[in-house]
């Protein structure tokens, strides 16, 4: 049988035209921090100029007149010199983080996550392969980044081992671990990261909203099943059709089976998890637990989902400990903090950017634009009269839309969230729901966008089989997989609404419409 590859379209084609441009255009774009410095001195600019006309328009709650406030003032100067180290400091998402991702850091380099995927690939058998592939992909965001540069290389070995074109392995697992991205059985640090931006958002409206890291749970649990099933279809009814038998010279490694040290590991890791959770029901589940509290004793008020982030951090820590000491990665105490470390370091251009998304949110804020653009938006939206699920699926295109420019998740939702969640309140819909809507849009398009920071990475993972490919290539394999995850997952919030089911533990879908 003849070799079919996936043929990159011609440099003339229209799809190729956009492709160029699209680089082009996020190319021209500077650093994410240096672009919130840019939109930073901008709301400073806009702030003294709204103010000079004298802008203003009626609180939605109280009916008091908000005006803009000016930073290009005496007092606006102060303001921002004096609150520099506080805006930092108390910038919601990044102590919570910091703290999740040093005890997610021995799941990594203690080898529990490489452990785990190596199992769940050598156990797969070869009729559900394409499905176990993507659903690892999916749930490797608990590990950080480690799915693309473990999981997505191994999906492709995994493939040509059991005589599969290695191609369509990859697609498989990038499909899961970069377009299912937001889709996951457990929490991770993107619930936090972006609950923390959605709380702040939400917080220019009512000043004590809490959005906590649970708040899209149900859906996005369900979604990591429903992004398994089409990523699924899609390898085996659309990508694999198309790429053809592969008969490239790269030679199929095995997959070895895990040691007798990995094993020991892997259920020292387990009985720790175990632990862990039943210290946690202990704690909630009987009347007068240990992490309820006496005055609200329910679960939303426990103080296991007030200090989540310490959980998540123990989730990582104590089974990646665990594992380590077992399969004898971790020998001593600076193994451990080497492991936190190395992981800390990769956070460092994380840390630099939360500094200047800080001081764009606090600018946001001081100036009253953010109820401003609320109140006015909300005004147009309420016009249109919409209603909840075309407007939803609207803002699910649009995060798509600007995905293709801007790859960072948070970046572009520290910049979207100020100005879409207080209109959505306005207009009945929480927070929580347009965050929902968010997290799909900024999905989905990574797998197609060649400005996500994996990109050139994954595309080095395809030539490793076939060294013709280029970008269109990579592009139009993953493009029927991006397509589809739009139009299920678009779909699977619409059955949401419809049905009116809360989106996780105490997270509406709709709030009190505010007039």
């Known amino acids: 049988?003849?070799?079919?590859?996936?043929?990159?379209?011609?440099?003339?084609?229209?799809?190729?035209?956009?492709?160029?441009?699209?680089?082009?255009?996020?190319?021209?774009?500077?650093?994410?921090?240096?672009?919130?410095?840019?939109?930073?001195?901008?709301?400073?600019?806009?702030?003294?100029?709204?103010?000079?006309?004298?802008?203003?328009?009626?609180?939605?709650?109280?009916?008091?007149?908000?005006?803009?406030?000016?930073?290009?003032?005496?007092?606006?100067?102060?303001?921002?010199?004096?609150?520099?180290?506080?805006?930092?400091?108390?910038?919601?998402?990044?102590?919570?983080?910091?703290?999740?991702?040093?005890?997610?850091?021995?799941?990594?380099?203690?080898?529990?996550?490489?452990?785990?995927?190596?199992?769940?690939?050598?156990?797969?058998?070869?009729?559900?392969?394409?499905?176990?592939?993507?659903?690892?992909?999916?749930?490797?965001?608990?590990?950080?980044?480690?799915?693309?540069?473990?999981?997505?290389?191994?999906?492709?070995?995994?493939?040509?081992?059991?005589?599969?074109?290695?191609?369509?392995?990859?697609?498989?697992?990038?499909?899961?671990?970069?377009?299912?991205?937001?889709?996951?059985?457990?929490?991770?640090?993107?619930?936090?990261?972006?609950?923390?931006?959605?709380?702040?958002?939400?917080?220019?409206?009512?000043?004590?909203?809490?959005?906590?890291?649970?708040?899209?749970?149900?859906?996005?649990?369900?979604?990591?099943?429903?992004?398994?099933?089409?990523?699924?279809?899609?390898?085996?009814?659309?990508?694999?059709?198309?790429?053809g038998r592969y008969t490239g010279d790269a030679p199929a490694q095995a997959l070895t089976a895990l040691t007798p040290p990995e094993k020991r590991g892997l259920l020292a890791a387990l009985v720790a998890l175990v632990v862990l959770v039943g210290f946690v029901l202990a704690g909630v589940l009987p009347t007068g637990g240990f992490l309820l509290d006496p005055k609200r004793p329910d679960f939303m008020s426990s103080l296991f989902l007030r200090q989540l982030p310490v959980f998540i951090f123990l989730g990582g820590l104590l089974p990646g400990l665990a594992y380590g000491i077992a399969a004898g990665t971790v020998r001593n105490d600076a193994d451990v903090i080497n492991g936190m470390s190395r992981t800390m370091q990769s956070l460092a251009s994380y840390i630099v950017l939360a500094f200047f998304i800080a001081q764009f949110v606090a600018f946001f804020n001081w100036t009253n634009l953010g109820m401003i653009t609320a109140v006015e938006g909300a005004a147009f939206l309420r016009w249109l009269d919409l209603g909840p699920i075309p407007l939803m699926i609207a803002f699910v295109l649009l995060a798509a839309v600007i995905d293709l420019v801007l790859g960072s998740a948070s970046a572009k939702w520290a910049v979207m969230a100020p100005i879409f969640v207080p209109m959505f309140m306005l207009l009945g819909y929480s927070p929580e729901m347009a965050q929902a809507a968010y997290r799909i849009g900024d999905s989905v398009v990574n797998i197609v966008t060649p400005l996500m920071s994996y990109f050139p990475l994954i595309l080095t993972f395809v030539q490793r089989y076939d060294p013709k490919a280029g970008l269109g290539t990579l592009v139009a394999t993953m493009l029927p997989y991006s397509l589809a995850f739009l139009v299920g997952w678009t779909l699977l919030l619409v059955v949401w609404i419809w049905a009116g089911w809360p989106l996780g533990p105490g997270a509406p879908l709709f709030l009190p419409t505010r007039r």
């Open 1 to 243: 049988m003849s070799e079919h590859r996936v043929v990159p379209p011609s440099p003339g084609s229209a799809f190729q035209r956009f492709l160029n441009g699209l680089e082009r255009a996020g190319n021209a774009l500077p650093h994410p921090a240096t672009l919130f410095v840019i939109l930073a001195a901008g709301i400073v600019l806009l702030s003294g100029l709204l103010a000079g006309i004298g802008l203003a328009v009626p609180h939605p709650v109280t009916g008091a007149e908000v005006r803009v406030v000016s930073l290009l003032s005496h007092e606006g100067f102060q303001r921002m010199l004096s609150g520099v180290l506080p805006n930092f400091i108390n910038f919601a998402p990044l102590g919570t983080v910091l703290l999740c991702m040093i005890g997610l850091a021995l799941v990594e380099t203690s080898g529990l996550m490489s452990a785990v995927l190596r199992l769940m690939a050598v156990s797969a058998h070869p009729r559900i392969l394409s499905a176990v592939v993507v659903f690892a992909g999916v749930m490797s965001h608990s590990g950080g980044d480690i799915g693309y540069v473990l999981l997505i290389p191994m999906g492709g070995a995994l493939f040509h081992a059991v005589g599969r074109n290695p191609i369509v392995g990859l697609a498989a697992a990038f499909a899961g671990v970069s377009g299912g991205f937001s889709a996951n059985l457990l929490l991770g640090t993107t619930d936090v990261l972006l609950s923390g931006l959605t709380q702040e958002a939400a917080r220019i409206l009512d000043k004590a909203y809490v959005v906590t890291p649970v708040a899209n749970y149900y859906f996005m649990a369900v979604s990591a099943l429903v992004i398994t099933a089409v990523g699924t279809w899609v390898t085996e009814r659309i990508v694999e059709p198309r790429v």
